[in-house]
Antibody, heavy 116, light 113 residues
């Protein structure tokens, strides 16, 4: 069974940093591109970042470009999102999702709260 | 980035009736080399992550009831629920996977009338 478990969310002050992790199991992690998608409270879905299966190609939404860094460790079956210069508008549930094309498996999400 | 626009924002339909949700992309998501539309539809119920219903614009994910269908090509797409059931109450999103990062429509909230 495919499992994606996010961790690392929490309360952080504006301007602060946080690193999210997503532990994958039940499939060959190194065969899949991976994604981070976020959802602000009561709002819709926003694709934040994506990384190819080898980790050598990444993409970012304009809203996070230059502040967030996606990475992966295929030896640990883990996806990461390093978030810096956090803003109030970054507050959201962050989901990791598996997707060679469409996103066919999602984690339950981790909540990031940005507040002073 | 490709901008995805959905209509309506909310929709109330009687049980057993048809529900139709529209999605438009700011540029074509039809890849000419394989003639596939890089468009998916997702269902999200409260407190849950999204779940894929349809991919390649019209292919149902395994286990998805056949009352759900997708159609369209290029920039204009439709999700149809042929006979609404109570368990279909949710927010529905279209999403393009033609470019990364993927982008989503703003969502359509579907309720029972």
């Amino acid at each position: 069974e495919v499992q994606l478990v996010e961790s690392g969310g929490g309360l952080v002050q504006p301007g602060g940093s946080l690193r999210l992790s997503c532990a994958a199991s039940g499939f060959m992690f190194s065969d899949y591109a991976m994604h981070w998608v976020r959802q602000a409270p009561g709002k819709g879905l926003e694709g934040v970042s994506a990384i190819n299966k080898d980790g050598d190609s990444t993409a970012y939404a304009k809203s996070v470009q230059g502040r967030f860094t996606i990475s992966r460790d295929n030896s640990k079956n883990t996806l990461y999102l390093q978030m810096g210069s956090l803003r109030v508008e970054d507050m959201a549930v962050y989901y990791c999702a598996r997707g060679k094309q469409w996103l066919d498996s999602w984690g339950q999400g981790t909540l990031v709260t940005v507040s002073s | 980035d490709i901008v995805m626009s959905q209509s309506p924002e909310s929709l109330a339909v009687s049980l057993g009736e048809r529900a139709t949700i529209n999605c438009k992309s700011s540029q074509s998501v039809l890849y000419s080399s394989n003639n596939k539309n890089y468009l998916g539809w997702y269902q999200q119920k409260p407190g849950q992550p999204p779940k894929v219903l349809i991919y390649w614009a019209s292919t149902r994910e395994s286990g998805v009831p056949d009352r759900f269908s997708g159609s369209g090509s290029g920039t204009d797409f439709t999700l149809t629920i042929s006979s609404l059931q109570a368990e279909d109450v949710a927010v529905y999103y279209c999403q393009q996977y033609y470019n990364t990062p993927y982008t989503f429509g703003q969502g359509t909230k579907l309720e029972i009338k």
